[in-house]
Structures are given as C-alpha cells and as structure tokens.
C-alpha cells in the first residue's frame, strides 16, 4: 500500500474509531473526566430541544437548534486520551432575548464543570452586547477569567459565573 493511500485510510478510518462510543443520534461526543458528554442538536431531536447527555443521561436540554462548544477547553491527559475538565458551550435560544437595551437573538454560554465527583452546570450568563463571542478563557484551579471579544468579563468559580466589573 502507498504512503498516500495509507494516509487516506487512516483519515477515513479514525473518525469512526473515535466515535465508536457515541449514540447514533448524537451529533458529537467527547471524553470528559466523569465519562461520555454527548450532544443532539435539536434539529435532529423529536422534540425540537438541543440535548446534553453525560453517560445516557440527560444533564441540559434548551429549545435551539445547536449548542457550539468553545474550542479552548480545559482537561487532563490519563493513558495517552484527552479527558475534559471544564468546557463552555453556547448557543442561540429559539426566543429573543430581552438584555440590558438589547432585544433581539443573543448568545447564551454556560459552564459545564467536570472536576469534581459529579458534574457542575453554572448559571447561563449574556456577554455586554449580547451576541459577542468569547474570544479567550484562562482556566485555573480554583476559578476561570472568561473574555469575550466585546471586552464584557467574567469569573467562573463554584459552579457559578458572574460579571468582573472594572
């Protein structure tokens, strides 16, 4: 076999692999420290709710059509594999929302925190424009600085978020 047709194998091949221990209905999943996260865009549900799962069972349900994670996660390596600590995902709700002047379809995110015993689901919290973005996250032990790029910033500690003002 050629070094390119090797290549292509392997690229065709690892995905399933990787998703060998995913539901067929979910739309991803990865390995989090207390076990399988997946999700099912609503969309792709029966009821029209976007769903997270942690090992089958259920842990968050919101009416949109897809939760976005944020690529800068935090997490641990154990035997050569990826275990995710604490990751923020966000999505757009079916409804607008009402926020400070601004109403209109903003963007929600929330905190899932798996570093303890069992998984922590933080309040939801509104960048200061409403529909911004996070743009950095400085993960600590005791406690998480989340930037977004309107400059809006929050702090994440014990389960719960809340707004740095100046």
């Known amino acids: 076999m050629s070094k390119i047709a090797r290549y292509f194998f392997i690229l065709l091949t ?3 692999i990787c998703l060998a221990d995913c539901i067929r209905e ?3 999943c990865s390995s ?3 076990g399988l ?3 099912q865009s609503g969309a792709e549900s029966s009821d029209g709710y976007s769903h997270l799962t942690l090992n089958g ?3 968050y349900k919101t009416k949109t059509d897809l939760l976005a994670f944020n690529f800068d996660d935090d997490g641990v390596f154990k035997n050569k594999k990826y275990f995710t600590t604490k990751t923020i995902f966000t999505f757009i709700p079916a409804e607008p929302c009402r926020h400070k002047e601004y109403y209109g379809y903003c963007r929600v995110s929330v905190v899932l925190d798996f ?3 069992k998984p922590v689901i933080s309040n939801e919290f509104i960048s200061d ?3 911004s973005v996070i743009d950095w996250v400085s993960w600590g032990k005791a406690n998480a600085i989340i930037v977004f790029e309107d400059g ?3 702090k994440y500690m014990n389960g719960h978020v809340e707004r740095v003002i100046k």
Request: hydrophobic share 30%.
């Open 26 to 28: 979910a739309n991803s």
């Open 57 to 59: 069972v259920e842990m």
């Open 37 to 39: 996260l997946e999700q």
């Open 32 to 34: 989090t420290r207390l």
């Open 14 to 16: 690892f995905p399933t």
């Open 129 to 131: 424009s409403g529909s």
């Open 152 to 154: 809006s910033k929050f």
């Open 115 to 117: 570093s303890g015993d």
